[in-house]
Structures are given as structure tokens and as C-alpha cells.
């Protein structure tokens, strides 16, 4: 039970194939107790999402760019638990015309939405629950990732705005330290949700995994990345901080495609 008892804080549940509902299902198996946030008309997603859960869950109002709404939840949750322990950062949106080879030409007005909400409200949420945090076990934030380092097809200003949180994690782990309160990244491998199909060539990710992955990477299954976000919430890594860790079958490690025989497992020496 390696989250027994913790109280953690899930953003980003939008359906089941979010990685975020991956995340709660983890957790609760794992014997978390857990709270969704939703906002405007996506908290009605949120709430018919988490039916599926294996227990009942509240899920509270939490626009992550509204320093009032991350008061009032921080001030809900002191009520019911006096502290916590964990919160995950599942948040990211840009508009259209941000994404899909606009980037030349995507507005700043649309740009500092993709920004905003993408990068800034991971500080946004540290700041707002750090007293919280500080109150409870090992407190942890994580956030999800996708790879940074590199330009992607259709990415555009999202991939701008996940270097900049990338970045942001670094100091938020900086001025969160010293009250004991982890932050870390989890940069996972394309999976199948509702955000990743919004991105125009997005299919064009797939067969990349397809050829470099050296573990394989089912764009189906969020299991591998939901647990890799447990462990970080959990106390088993009290000295890991300002991380981006890689959950991706391997792929960030593989500077080219792996030969068709290693591919096929022919490779393998007896």
C-alpha cells in the first residue's frame, strides 16, 4: 500500500483515458485518499469520470488560473484533512490556432493562454498549497510532462509552454524545498486521451515509439506512467526533487531507431 493514507489532490480528470484518472485509480488501489477538481462545464466530465473509480471521490471547483478558486480549495481541504500530502499538476491547454503549424503565425493573446495555463499554474498551485503542504508527510506536487528538448510535429506553442514548465519546476522545487515539499515532472510517452488527439499530427508521434522504444510503448495503456506518478507521490523518494522523469518506454535515452532484429527480439544472445 504504498500510498496508504496520503491525501492527495488530482487536477485534469477529464475521462478515463485521462492520465489523471490513471493517476486516482493508482492511488486509491494503492489506499490514498483522494479529491478531483474540475472547472466550469468540464467538472460535469470530471464527476461522470470518477463513477469509475473504484470509490466514491468529491470533486471540487478549481480554476487553475484563479488564485481565489486555489484558496478556497486550499481552504476546503484544510477543513477535511489539516494538511496534504500530494498534488498532481495535470493541466495544460492552447488554443487552435497555437498548435498544429500556426506557430509563426499563433497570436500573443493565444500564446500567453497556452502559457498560462500550461506553465504558470503549476506555480500556481504550488504557491497556493504550499502551507498546506508543508503540513503534511513528504509533501509532493507532480506534473505532467511531454518531451521538451526537441521540436515536435503540431506542438508549436504547447512544446514552448512544456519547456517552460519544464523550467518552472526547477525553481518551484527551488523555493519549495526549504519547507520540505518535493516537485517533480513526469514526461511521458504519447498516450491516447482527449488532449493528445486535439493536436493535429499527433499521429505522427506513434511510429517514432514504434522504432526507438527499446521497452515498447503502448499508446493505450497509462498504467506505466499513473505508477511512475504514485512513486513520486509517495515517501519512497524524499530526496528527489526538480526531476523530469522519463516515462516513456525509453525513447528520450535512443538517439535512432533500434535494427529491425532487436526490434523483433532476434537479437538477443542465447
Known sequence: MLLEGRRILITGVLDTRSIAFHVAEQALGAGAEVVLTGFGRGRRLTQRAATRLPREVD???????????VAAVAAELDGRWGALDGVL????????TALGGNFLTASW???A????????SLVTLGAGFADLLAKGDAPSVVGLD?????????YDWMGVAKAGLESANRYLARDL?????????????PLHTIAAHGIAGFETFEPVWEERAPLGWDARDATPVAR???????????????????????VHAVGAGLPEA?????????
Open 146 to 154: 511531454f518531451d521538451a528538448t526537441v521540436a515536435w510535429p503540431g
Open 262 to 270: 532487436m526490434r523483433s527480439g532476434d537479437g538477443a544472445e542465447d
Open 113 to 120: 493562454t497556452a502559457v498560462q495555463v500550461s506553465t504558470y
Open 109 to 111: 493573446e493565444d500564446v
Open 177 to 189: 524545498g526549504p519547507r520540505g515539499i518535493r516537485v517533480n515532472l513526469v514526461a511521458a510517452g
Open 89 to 96: 499538476h495535470a493541466i495544460a491547454f492552447a488554443p487552435d
Open 228 to 250: 511512475t506518478v504514485c512513486a513520486l507521490l509517495s515517501t519512497w523518494t524524499p530526496g528527489v526533487t526538480g526531476e523530469v522523469v522519463h516515462c516513456d518506454g525509453g
Open 59 to 69: 470533486v471540487l471547483e478549481l480554476d487553475a488560473t484563479s488564485t481565489d478558486d
